[in-house]
């Protein structure tokens, strides 16, 4: 709890926790880690995009590896949970082996993503999307909001852009992947239990969509003639939010819109906005975004707008593997706490390790549900149980390492 604290010192902001990719504050945020992960006992390294690797090996070389971990960058105004939690309850599990001068036949290798947040590329999943080779070479060219491409800020953050695809992490040694994180919902605490063992992670779409309409003089030009692009994207935001109110478990949101020129006395004449769409059937979620889209160029028909709408990252829902899923639920159940199982709507890095190997997750409890934002809180009880499930799952997969 301590260590969470402490990192989220480590801000792009003062007075509230922003870390994005690649800042000076996700550096002193993985040079405290590392810190931490050679005082564990184990060899430390980045990847090409800047992913923090600290490896504690074990005693049978080709008994695989086993990676643990999470993300160490945020969104803006965060929690100091989300993503570091995992990272640290990993460290614990390390620790304890270390203090005890203990080996596991597997290697253990802890992964800190560099960037999972997405929230200075719109980039959902960068770290953990080099580290498994699905990032498209296309992304380098994305700029942040100041003209920073993605490249650039890789080169300026130690990685090289230019070595991506090579630096994807052979699978072929990797046992599974196994993250800890908060819930991000209500469902835990509503069951008065710590921790739960997530069945599957949502599918998620994010777009860029634009309208462009005309730039003019607020007091001349009359309400018949304009072509206002923020009244459009008005009309666009009310009707994502109808669509998602269309179905249970459709989430639409948009979180970003920037309007220009962006003056008191002139008419909107661009506007950009994201929309993230979330459902844990794809078929639904791809048909919510075939109804938005209609409905986008009725608005701009209307409006006599022009909308572009650009599909930024697309990931389909996915299962966490049932084998080592039962391992986990019967670890919890080790700490004397009953397994409960229940789906993330939120995203994960564990979406992009299935193109690797199997994937499982143990969500905290957090108080209220509450998530991305500075409200986030987990208790230390909570976590000791967590530190412990992953204890006893690493002892479970060491006897029975043939299944995990
Ligand atoms: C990641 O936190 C997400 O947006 O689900
Ligand atoms: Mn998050
Ligand atoms: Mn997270």
Redesign the pocket.
């Known amino acids: 709890m301590a260590r969470c604290d402490d990192l989220a010192m480590h801000s792009d902001e003062p007075g509230r926790l922003t870390r994005r990719y690649g800042t000076p504050a996700l550096r002193a945020a993985q040079d405290a880690v590392a810190a931490w992960m050679e005082a564990a006992g184990m060899g430390v390294r980045r990847d090409a995009v800047g992913n923090l690797l600290g490896r504690y090996h074990g005693s049978d070389p080709a008994a695989g590896t086993l990676l643990l971990g999470s993300h160490l960058d945020s969104?803006r105004d965060a929690g100091r949970y989300?993503?570091p939690l995992g990272v640290l309850v990993g460290l614990a599990a390390v620790e304890h082996l270390h203090a005890r001068g203990e080996r596991l036949p597997f290697a253990i290798e802890l992964v800190a993503f560099a960037d999972?947040?997405g929230l200075r590329f719109g980039t959902a999943y960068l770290g953990s999307g080099v580290f498994t080779g699905a990032l498209d070479a296309a992304s380098l060219a994305l700029a942040d909001d100041a003209g920073v491409t993605l490249a650039d800020a890789i080169r300026a953050f130690g990685g090289e852009p230019d070595a991506l695809a090579a630096a994807r992490r052979d699978g072929a040694d990797l046992l599974a992947y196994l993250e800890v994180h908060i819930e991000q919902g209500p469902t835990l605490e509503a069951r008065n239990l710590p921790v739960g063992v997530v069945t599957a992670i949502a599918g998620r779409s994010g777009l860029q969509v634009t309208f462009a309409g005309e730039a003019g003089h607020a007091g001349t030009v009359a309400m018949p003639l304009r072509r206002d692009a923020l009244c459009a994207a008005a009309e666009f935001v009310l009707a994502a939010e109808e669509t998602a109110r269309s179905l249970p478990g459709l989430v639409a949101t948009v979180g970003q819109i920037a309007a220009e020129p962006g003056a008191g006395n002139v008419i909107p004449g661009l506007v950009r906005l994201s929309l993230d769409v979330r459902h844990a059937d794809d078929a639904a979620r791809d048909d919510a975004l075939r109804r938005l889209r209609a409905r986008t160029d009725e608005i701009a028909a209307h409006r006599r707008v022009v909308a572009t709408w650009e599909l930024v990252n697309d990931n389909p829902a996915i299962a966490c593997e049932p084998a080592l899923a039962a391992t986990l639920a019967r670890a919890v159940e080790q700490t004397g706490h009953h397994t409960h199982r229940l789906p993330s709507g939120?995203g994960h890095d564990g979406v992009m390790l299935t193109h690797l190997c199997p994937v499982a997750m143990l969500f905290v409890r957090c108080a209220g549900g509450v998530?991305?934002n500075p409200a986030e809180s987990v208790t230390a009880e909570d976590v000791a149980v967590a530190i412990e499930t992953v204890d006893r799952c690493l002892l479970l997969l060491a006897t029975a390492p043939s299944s995990p």
């Open positions: 969104v989300d993503g999972e947040e939120a998530s991305h």
